[in-house]
């Protein structure tokens, strides 16, 4: 007993009390265009980006192929382009991740109210890795533990699409999981809607354009919720999930102010 007593008192608290105001340590998140032009001819950011997630005049980042590399804003010479703490970034539409220049500000998801009324209180997800490099689904695995503990929220994920009433998608949908992700659909109750985690999810990722996926089901079901990362952090996917239900959060104990996610 003594030694429990002792090891808890050194951990301190572990989960965190309030989801939104938390700041990830050495998280690389959100990142911010600065308005100056760029120099005339510079294209030093576009050369470097694996993934096309940029385009030029104006400048435009697309959250949704990003995989948060920094190379862009390593090799911008005019320092353009900076990653920062932020974790909010999930948004209601594709074109919602794509930052501009001109138009400063992060992503933002509005309640579905139609998905509020049904499942405000008691959400069950399936995950479906199609062809994912299980980066995300270590993310979602985090989902449960006693740092962020979705569950205290109604929502948890289950074994079987029988159960479910979201599909989470991850990875950048692979031929080979066609079928499988076919057959989780297919298995879910109606009403039902689709979340996609991750660049790969979102875009196909560094394998957009292969030809071994097949992303016709993307096509078919639009996704609800697109949570950008490679791999999301956690607090990008709950906040998200939460903002989608419009689950106001409890105000956080008095000490709180500094809580800092794991």
């Not at 998905?115 to 993310?139: H, I, M, Q, T, Y």
Request: charged share 20%; glycine share 10%.
């Amino acid at each position: 007993m003594l030694k429990a007593i002792r090891v808890r008192a050194s951990q301190g608290r572990q989960y965190v009390p309030d989801l939104r105001a938390a700041v990830p340590s050495g998280f690389r998140g959100l990142p911010v265009l600065q308005g100056d032009p760029c120099p005339e001819g510079c294209r030093a950011c576009l050369d470097v980006c694996p993934t096309t997630a940029i385009t030029l005049a104006p400048l435009r980042l697309d959250l949704g192929r990003c995989i948060f590399c920094e190379e862009c804003a390593l090799a911008c010479p005019e320092g353009r382009i900076e990653f920062t703490p932020e974790h909010r970034m999930a948004c209601d539409s594709p074109t919602g991740l794509v930052l501009e220049e001109r138009r400063p500000g992060r992503p933002a998801v509005a309640v579905a109210r139609a998905l509020a009324d049904l499942f405000g209180r008691s959400l069950k997800l399936r995950s479906v890795s199609s062809g994912g490099c299980n980066g995300c689904e270590l993310e979602l695995n985090a989902l449960g533990n006693v740092n962020f503990d979705l569950g205290r929220y109604g929502i948890e994920f289950v074994a079987s699409p029988r159960h479910a009433d979201g599909l989470v998608v991850t990875g950048p949908l692979t031929a080979n999981m066609r079928g499988a992700l076919e057959l989780a659909w297919e298995g879910m109750p109606a009403p039902k809607f689709v979340i996609a985690v991750g660049a790969c999810a979102i875009s196909g990722g560094p394998y957009a354009g292969s030809t071994v996926l097949a992303r016709e089901f993307l096509g078919r079901e639009v996704p609800v919720l697109y949570v950008p990362g490679c791999p999301p952090h956690p607090l990008t996917i709950i906040t998200g999930l939460l903002d989608l239900l419009g689950v106001d959060l409890p105000a956080p104990p008095a000490d709180s102010a500094s809580a800092t996610a794991r």
